[in-house]
């Protein structure tokens, strides 16, 4: 999400600036359960933060959003705080693709 000010960063031997796919092929991360989303952001927030992680173009973001709120049937609960949501909710915006 940040692009360097100076240096390099490589990852096996992957540039981070200019062969970032294949840094993302190379590394992952998880978090735990109760912490895979940010509670003081929405539903439609959290799934746009975490399409940029992506690198899902911004343009094609809110259709995509848009998809997986409808898939998870999250839509009407779209600009809810996820701190409000219930366990059930919280589960399902969990299952989103990629």
């Known amino acids: 999400m940040l692009l360097p000010d100076a240096g390099r960063v490589l990852v096996q031997g992957a540039d981070t600036t200019t062969n970032a796919d294949a840094v993302r092929e190379r590394v992952g991360f998880a978090v735990a359960t109760e912490r895979s989303f940010f509670p003081r952001l929405s539903a439609r927030e959290n799934l746009d933060f975490f399409a940029a992680l992506d690198d899902i173009p911004r343009k094609a973001r809110p259709e995509r959003v848009d998809q997986l709120l409808s898939q ?9 705080l996820v701190m409000k949501f219930s366990s059930g909710m919280y589960q399902r915006l969990g299952m989103r693709e990629r």
Do not use: F, M, P, Y
Not at 74 to 80: C, G, I, M, N, Y
């Open 72 to 80: 998870t049937g999250l839509r009407d609960s779209a600009d809810t």
